[in-house]
């Protein structure tokens, strides 16, 4: 047996200090495996006995496997110091091996890192780098433009002049920097928008400047967080950057389609303070014909700028108005004028917007900021409000592309200036306004008092109660808990009243700059009830505020709420970060990469599912493409047709109408054999139009779903004392169980079958039966003088004989029972009847804890799968008793309660597309003709292709149920072994795939990364079209002896052609077509093999150009012909 010994730069010696060396633990495992080979060796030469010769052996074959896979088999081998020694698969597999380290995440060159400091007067494209780091990160370009310019004889007295800092360096980088974008990152980079690419601005300083607007997208403040630069390098690269990257492309939020460019903080206060109306200030009441007069006497001192003031102005309104308006006569040009009652504040403010936003009036809090921002967006991304002008402007920066490209592009433009000038506005204004917050600002409302002392009555007088025996320890403590809460709620509700509406701390709460009731309650009514480590609450309240200051004892108890909050931040994020890159396995391999799949199936949305954890149906159909025509339920007309998108005015017709379901298109009825068709993923939320060939949506899709994660609550807070069933998982913990498809804690009784509930008690322990009933009746003619012979009520049996004749002359046969079941004979009417009821009974018994489900009481009707309990339904049951549709919703569902009750918006889509992973497989149960295996995990999509084929040759198909896997379980079964082996259990998965000769087609965005080639998304989808193109050109010359390089190549290709290479009698008709073509005749494009001139000649220069691009040597002489 040959034992490959791996390169010496994999296993180095390095000398330290002292003269000694340190060498890799592979090299002793080596030794030792060498070692006792030769040893070996020498003994059966040397004919020893049979006894040494095996023990020989037997120790050859440990360091053999300790060299593979120390400690798999026996006592782990240690070297110096009782540490394991790294074998072989210690190397490959964890966070620290080939995989995790050195293959998915690389080092690069070319990047800085530094400390972030806001920088408001940058526009949002911009960030601004400190001069010494561009230098550095630069130095080439600049040592390069230096030489040219001719600063520099040659690079080495360039790189002299650099390294002294001498003036006309820094005159260089400006220039050289103008062409260049940087890429900024914050780490944990949790969703796409953590690496966004801007244009730098040399600053002085060390710090990098970041512009306060995307601070939301990257998750950064100013408290000292650092962020990385990296500079791309070649063309491509920076193309991509400013095509794809620039931050002022990126503002709308991939997972919920909403700006994620919105003004916070100071900006917010600055507008709200800017719009608020102050009845009575100076100036209120006076009428103005114009803008102008009104602005010029706000400079006079005239007029206050909060006073309400009327102004005649042209224009229409944008949206509702909180204040008096009168529409006037037009203009002589037809412009429509109204009399607004506005103030200055408003006047200012509108004038900061663009055109088609203005006039609002009325009071702009963050949502209404938020509004304006996407507003803007749909309004310039929209064709229809684009004139040519517009989109040259686009053309001459960015070339000639598809109109709903520009008009994108276009619109972000727009947006980006717009979000710009309202922070201006906002930082000017929050200044101006001169807002600030002293101790005497937290009022504490003078009700206080009152509420606590009757509280304190109320448990005074539960207490005495329990005393006397009257009232359980349970239901004193829940009845103080409950007084106390009131309590808190009722102070609460105090603050609120007590308020100045124009203080900067009420100003600062509703418009949502920061800080919310719940801590303004906590500051100036009273903090309330604690939990403890456990959650289980402490029923001494808090009754102080901050304001008012805590007693030792409040302190002391208030520390347990402070502490698990931080202990609970710290685990969560470990558990968030895992969670997501979980989801990131799983659905890596999702790319959008054909136009339709042609599916007829689809996903029902219904209204009836709307509650209040659940969007309503008029938002949940935004963005798709309709499964099936809309129709209009009063008059029959048809809304919208089939495979039309559902924008938001189509939404609301349709639900104007009435409608109250529609069948959609879904990731989850896909039928796209590897990735998703545009048509069932539908609209891009990160752009508002329908998705592009080439998205990755796999990894948006689990990006949205772990990103939040890190927001939602760890473990479940009871209200104290016993576990009842509302203490089932939520937060975190439940979006895992969800994605892993586990049973629940807390699991739900299922109804097994359709029928009716009947709740029985025997002794104490409560069950649930379903009874499902049928009853069969059988009658028959009871002539006269036929006399019974079973009693009447009585159960027969099948065949058994119920009457015979008691008169011979008359004679006739006996009648005999054709059903089994109660015979009743009806001698009025000469009838006998059998009746059989087929009962079939299922009960199960209910906990002690568990509550009957809503609705389920004794003779309720309920079908099989209905919850009989409270609690979560186990996905697995409900695969069985209901099927493949009724679990994806279910799980679709229940992800988004939790997220939602936690207040996070993920659209349902990147749900979807993660649950069609977990349902992607088929467990075969009769192979049929296919030579599948019974139990065997196959792909749906290739099990229904084998059956096809099989059924077309006249075989017999095999049958299949659905699986449901969990995301961990899924991305280990995954067809491609690489990005397996990079996820977990990497020795087990490396060794089946070796055993079991796989391929692996790199199909998937880690496969390619792992090896190091282009990923086959985004721009890199554009390459594999290119290469497929290619090698139909190649076919078109003669037959090649290598038939094994054929082969190799249909492995790279890995059919991202998106057809499965064609075998060689094919290979002929195919040549015998290009060469059509290449004549000039034939059938255009059946092929579409690239641009083919009408002579052989160009086509050859063209193709071996193609070649030397692509590194090959030139082609050699026989291929030339």
């Known amino acids: 047996t040959v034992l490959p010994v791996i390169p010496p730069e994999l296993r180095p010696m390095v000398q330290l200090d002292g003269g000694r060396f340190a060498t890799s633990d592979l090299n002793d495992l080596y030794r030792r495996v060498i070692n006792r080979n030769n040893r070996l060796k020498r003994l059966i030469e040397l004919n020893a006995p049979e006894i040494i010769v095996r023990n020989e052996k037997r120790m050859l074959q440990e360091a053999v496997d300790a060299l593979i896979d120390n400690g798999r088999r026996g006592r782990a081998v240690s070297g110096k110091g009782k540490h394991r020694l790294k074998s072989l698969s210690d190397m490959l597999k964890g966070k620290q091996g080939r995989f995790r380290q050195n293959l998915l995440g690389k080092r690069v060159d070319y990047s800085g890192r530094s400390v972030i400091v806001v920088g408001p007067n940058l526009q949002l494209h911009q960030c601004g780098l400190p001069k010494k780091m561009a230098l550095e990160l630069f130095k080439p370009f600049v040592m390069r433009r230096l030489v040219e310019k001719g600063f520099a004889h040659n690079i080495k007295s360039a790189k002299r002049i650099v390294e002294r800092v001498r003036p006309e360096v820094w005159d260089v980088l400006e220039e050289v920097i103008k062409d260049y974008l940087v890429l900024l990152n914050r780490a944990p980079s949790l969703h796409r928008l953590s690496i966004q690419a801007f244009e730098a601005k040399l600053i002085e300083g060390s710090a990098i400047q970041l512009h306060p607007l995307v601070c939301a997208a990257f998750n950064a403040d100013f408290d000292g967080d650092q962020m990385a630069v990296h500079v791309p390098l070649s063309r491509k690269a920076q193309e991509e950057a400013r095509m794809r ?36 200030a100076p100036g209120s009441g006076k009428m103005f014909t114009s803008i102008d007069e009104a602005l010029l006497a706000y400079d006079k001192g ?52 663009l055109e088609p936003l203005r006039y609002r009036n009325r009071l702009i809090a963050k949502k209404g900021l938020k509004e304006i921002i996407a507003d803007c967006y749909k309004y310039y991304t929209n064709l229809n409000n684009l004139t040519e002008e517009n989109l040259d402007e686009i053309r001459a920066m960015y070339g000639d592309r598809s109109p709903d490209e520009l008009a994108r592009y276009y619109g972000s433009e727009r947006t980006a200036e717009q979000a710009d000038k309202i922070k201006t506005l906002g930082f000017r204004y929050a200044t101006r306004g001169g807002m600030t917050v002293g101790i005497e600002d937290v009022e504490v409302p003078p009700a206080k008092a009152e509420i606590i002392k009757v509280s304190e009555e109320r ?102 709420g402070g502490r698990k909050g931080l202990a609970d931040t710290a685990l969560r994020t470990a558990d968030a970060g895992y969670l997501t890159r979980r989801l990131i396995d799983v659905a890596q391999d999702n790319i959008v990469n054909t136009e339709d799949c042609g599916t007829e199936e689809g996903l029902w949305l219904h209204r009836a599912d709307d509650n209040e954890l659940l969007v309503e149906l008029e938002q949940r159909m935004i963005g798709r493409i309709l499964a099936a025509p809309v129709v209009d339920p009063q008059t029959g007309e048809v809304i919208a047709e089939r495979n039309q998108e559902v924008d938001e005015a189509l939404a609301q017709r349709i639900s104007a109408a009435g409608v109250n379901d529609v069948f959609v298109r879904s990731p989850l009825a896909c039928q796209a054999d590897h990735g998703i068709c545009r048509m069932c993923y539908g609209r891009n939320l990160a752009t508002g139009k329908l998705v592009d060939i080439g998205e990755a949506v796999g990894i948006i899709a689990a990006q949205s779903i772990g990103e939040p994660g890190t927001q939602l609550t760890l473990r479940t807070f009871h209200t104290g004392g016993v576990a009842s069933a509302d203490d089932i998982t939520q937060g975190l913990p439940r979006v895992q169980e969800i994605f892993e498809a586990r049973t629940p804690k807390g699991k739900a009784i299922l109804a097994e079958i359709d029928g009716i509930v009947e709740i029985v008690r025997e002794d104490d322990i409560r069950k649930i039966r379903v009874v499902s009933s049928e009853v069969y009746t059988d009658e028959q003619e009871l002539p006269a003088h036929y006399e019974p012979l079973v009693a009447d009520g009585a159960e027969v049996a099948e065949g058994e004989v119920l009457a015979e004749s008691n008169r011979a002359d008359q004679g006739g046969d006996p009648i005999i029972a054709r059903l089994s079941g109660k015979v009743h004979f009806d001698r009025s009417a000469g009838k006998v009847v059998v009746i059989q009821e087929d009962r079939e009974v299922r009960e199960a018994v209910v906990p002690h804890t568990a509550r009957l489900a809503p609705g389920i009481e004794n003779g309720a009707r309920v079908v099989a799968g209905q919850q009989l309990t409270e609690g979560s339904a186990d996905p697995q049951e409900l695969l069985e008793l209901r099927g493949r549709e009724a679990v994806q919703r279910y799980l679709v569902n229940e992800a988004q309660k939790v997220y939602r009750s936690q207040g996070v918006d993920i659209n349902d889509k990147h749900i979807e597309v993660i649950v069609r992973q977990m349902l992607r497989r088929v467990r075969i149960e009769e192979p049929g003709d296919t030579g599948l295996l019974p139990g065997e995990l196959v792909d749906a999509a290739e099990f229904a292709r084998l059956n096809a084929e099989i059924v077309s040759q006249g075989g017999e198909p095999a049958t299949a149920a659905t699986v449901l896997l969990g995301i961990t379980k899924a991305s280990l079964t995954t067809d491609s072994f690489l990005s397996a082996a990079s996820f977990q259990e990497t020795t087990r998965v490396l060794t089946e795939a070796a055993i079991t000769g796989k391929v692996d087609y790199l199909r998937g965005l880690k496969e390619n990364v792992v090896i190091g080639k282009l990923i086959p998304a985004g721009t890199g989808i554009e390459k594999r079209k290119q290469l497929a193109e290619e090698m139909l050109g190649e076919l078109s010359a003669p037959p090649r002896r290598d038939g094994e390089e054929r082969q190799l190549a249909d492995l790279q290709d890995g059919g991202a052609a998106g057809e499965s290479r064609p075998s060689s ?57």
């Not at 903080?265 to 009575?280: A, E, F, H, R």
């Not at 009327?310 to 004028?337: C, I, K, N, Y």
């Not at 070649?1107 to 090959?1112: M, R």
């Open 1065 to 1121: 009698d094919e290979d002929e008709k195919i040549r015998a077509a290009l060469r059509r073509l290449l004549e000039g005749d034939g059938e255009e494009g059946k092929f579409e093999p690239g641009s083919f001139s009408s002579t052989g000649e160009e086509d050859l220069n063209a193709f071996r150009a193609a070649l030397e691009e692509t590194g090959d040597a030139e082609p050699k002489e026989d291929d030339e012909a």
């Open 245 to 280: 990257m620039l931050s002022k492309y990126n503002l709308l939020s991939p997972a919920t389609g909403d700006p994620i460019i919105t003004p916070s903080q100071d900006i917010v206060l600055g507008c709200y303070y800017l719009t608020m109306v102050k009845d009575g």
């Open 459 to 560: 448990v005074a007088e539960v207490e005495k109660q329990f005393r006397r025996g009257l009232i359980t320890e349970e239901e004193r403590y829940r009845e103080i808990v409950e007084i106390w809460q009131s309590a808190t709620k009722q102070t609460t509700e105090a603050v609120k009243q007590n308020l100045n509406p124009f203080g900067p701390v009420a100003m600062m709460v509703n418009s949502s700059a920061r800080g919310n009731i719940n801590q303004l309650s906590q500051m100036a009514g009273m903090r309330g009830l604690m939990s403890d480590p456990t959650g289980r609450i402490i029923e001494l309240p808090i009754k102080a505020n901050f304001r008012e200051g805590l007693s030792v004892l409040e302190y002391f108890v208030s520390t347990h």
């Open 302 to 353: 005239i007029v206050d700028i909060q006073a309400p003031i009327w102004v005649r102005m042209e224009g229409t309104l944008a949206g509702e108005s909180d204040r008096g308006v009168r529409e006037l006569q037009p203009a002589d040009d037809g412009t429509p004028r109204m009399l607004l009652e506005t103030t200055i504040g408003r006047i200012i403010f509108n004038n900061e917007l």
